[in-house]
């Protein structure tokens, strides 16, 4: 058995037990908790991210608005995951997965809601931006915990949480992003994965040197440009194909239940591939969202809660669903010798003609190289965190931080570039299960103050404030660990 296959059997007992349960239940709890927010609030989320998008000039150029920070986060997330990762669960677990990478999304926002309210109430301040994220919101957080042995638990759990989203995102994630636009490439116009990934390596060490304030501005650029032009294309398709609409949504729900998935295990399958799937996608709960979430500059820690359950919609619900119509239209998705990007690609070939696979190539070269831009913020902020926590890395934080943007934008890139899709898929979820039961072990135990804040930001919004504000003295048992709320 080699390292390949150790991985596969770690990954089925983590995504076939533990995971899907924590995910789904715990969005259920959340959903229920909040008093089903991210569908009574869906017009305020939208209100709040139009008016973010011009950031007021008082604020200075050091600042970072909400929409850039939403920006981020979904440059993460709209990528690999919604144009590969939609195939590969079609063509691992049946269309039935679809309706599952819904499901997730649909629930997991709440998730998403309250691990960025908790990532904006603790977030600190650096010199170009606010930080934050998981690692912070659990150093500070934990010791407050009713339950005894979490208590002690919160500096080991931070540490561990920013190792494990330093590699999974600043390292894993873009071996991921530059395997599929590698693919993408070479079916498309035949170029060496060698060649792409070393012109791909040489642009994202070009903007990961610039910092969080480049990486922002071109999140922001990027982002709208590519998920505005993959939707269009994509209701074009169904639009010439609107009679086949009602079969092909027949044959998700199907799927998805249906007696004979049941009775031949392919139920798990589109379970297990439709969850795992949409949590690469959507990021819910993964605990990677709050580290941009918490970069915004806002008056009240709930206002970029909701910004972000709305970027989990936009990720699933719009760019995942416009794949996933794509490829069941085009009847191909059963076709064992496509998989990924290259399922994908066919499928648009077969819709829109030779047209089809270039303009997959350049999608997914936006989607996924601006989520590896968005992945290295995400390891850089929790380096950043570990030198300030330890003297072992507080030695030689500059040197760190060289040698991370090396390894994250060059030569993790160029290693995605020459692996295989299956040993990429395997090694993204096996970092991506460890995190996130890191993440949900820390949201589930501090997720009453999310509940808390979203009353208070209800109430004053009912109390006509436009614009609620938020003090720490009004979770006077927290309020000396909040840095940034005076």
């Not at 407050?144 to 931070?158: E, I, N, T, Y």
């Not at 922002?216 to 505005?228: D, I, K, Y």
């Not at 009847?331 to 819709?351: D, H, K």
């Not at 760190?400 to 290693?415: D, H």
């Amino acid at each position: 058995m080699n390292v390949n296959d150790i991985i596969t059997v770690v990954n089925d007992v983590l995504w076939s037990y533990v995971l899907i349960a924590a995910l789904i239940g715990g969005g259920l709890w959340f959903t229920w908790k909040l008093r089903f927010v991210q569908f009574r609030m869906v017009g305020e989320m939208i209100r709040l991210l139009r008016d973010s998008v011009v950031l007021p000039s008082k604020d200075g150029p050091k600042r970072i608005s909400s929409f850039q920070a939403f920006a981020v986060s979904v440059a993460s997330r709209v990528g690999t995951g919604n144009l590969a990762g939609v195939a590969t669960a079609i063509a691992v677990g049946g269309p039935g997965a679809v309706f599952w990478m819904w499901v997730t999304a649909l629930i997991g926002s709440a998730t998403a809601f309250v691990e960025s309210t908790l990532g904006q109430l603790f977030k600190e301040r650096a010199s170009d931006s606010f930080v934050g994220g998981p690692a912070y919101y659990i150093n500070k957080g934990m010791h407050l915990c009713s339950w005894h042995p979490l208590q002690r638990s919160g500096h080991w759990m931070s540490i561990l949480f920013a190792i494990l989203i330093t590699v999974t995102f600043g390292l894993a994630n873009n071996t991921m992003q530059a395997n599929t636009i590698c693919g993408a490439m070479n079916e498309a116009f035949g170029l060496s994965p060698f060649w792409v990934g070393l012109v791909l390596a040489m642009m994202a060490l070009l903007i990961v040197f610039g910092g969080i304030q480049r990486i922002a501005h071109v999140s922001a650029f990027l982002v709208p440009l590519m998920a505005v032009g993959y939707f269009f294309l994509a209701i074009y398709v169904v639009v010439v194909n609107y009679e086949l609409l009602p079969r092909v949504l027949r044959l998700i729900v199907t799927n998805a239940f249906g007696f004979e998935q049941v009775l031949g295990g392919g139920l798990g399958a589109a379970l297990m591939n439709g969850v795992k799937r949409g949590l690469f996608s959507n990021e819910a709960g993964e605990g990677s969202a709050p580290n941009a979430a918490s970069t915004a500059d806002v008056t009240h820690p709930v206002k970029q809660g909701l910004i972000q359950a709305l970027g989990v919609f936009t990720d699933t619900l719009l760019v995942c669903s416009c794949t996933a119509f794509i490829i069941l239209l085009s009847g191909i998705y059963q076709s064992p010798e496509l998989n990924g990007i290259n399922l994908t690609q066919a499928a648009l070939q077969s819709e829109v003609g030779s047209f089809g696979p270039v303009f997959v190539a350049i999608a997914i070269f936006l989607f996924a190289f601006s989520s590896i831009i968005a992945n290295y913020y995400y390891g850089e902020a929790n380096i950043r965190f570990m030198t300030s926590q330890s003297s072992h890395f507080a030695a030689h934080p500059s040197f760190i931080m060289t040698v991370y943007r090396i390894f994250s934008g060059g030569l993790m890139v160029m290693f995605g570039a020459m692996i295989s899709l299956e040993m990429a898929w395997n090694i993204i979820d096996l970092c991506m299960a460890l995190l996130t039961a890191c993440n949900l072990v820390a949201i589930f135990a501090l997720g009453k103050y999310a509940f808390r804040l979203l009353d208070d930001y209800r109430q004053q919004r009912r109390q006509g404030i436009r614009e609620p504000q938020f003090h720490r003295h009004q979770l006077p048992e927290v309020a000396d660990d909040l840095e940034c709320w005076d």
